[in-house]
């Protein structure tokens, strides 16, 4: 069965309306850029999971417009192998204080 994809238009206001609520967009993103991401992400409280990036360089693209600490592991297992996941984060080009926050985030987000 095929979901539609939700209308996020609302979800700024509604972030900055219930700051101590985190919001986390799983599969939220699936190529990085634009003004609406940046938008999403300026709010304190809004994650996002890389689970449907379609490329490793993707990930430090998204690091652009929105902080390791609210980037999280995902990899929509079963759906995709765990290992492109864990592969796509390891052959991503960031510090090692990147990839642990990115490590750490989903632990606490969740």
Do not use: H, W
């Amino acid at each position: 069965m095929r979901v539609p994809t939700v209308n996020l238009t609302p979800l700024p206001k509604l972030a900055a309306a219930t700051p101590n609520v985190k919001l986390v967009l799983i599969n939220g993103v699936n190529s990085p850029g634009g003004k609406l991401q940046e938008e999403r992400f300026s709010l304190p409280n809004v994650y996002c999971d890389i689970a449907q990036l379609e490329t490793s360089e993707g990930i430090a693209k998204l690091l652009k417009v929105i902080p390791a600490e609210r980037l999280l592991f995902g990899s929509y297992s079963p759906m995709f192998y765990f290992d492109a996941a864990r592969l796509k984060l390891g052959e991503s080009v960031l510090t090692a204080e990147q990839e642990r926050a990115l490590r750490r985030g989903f632990c606490i987000a969740a």
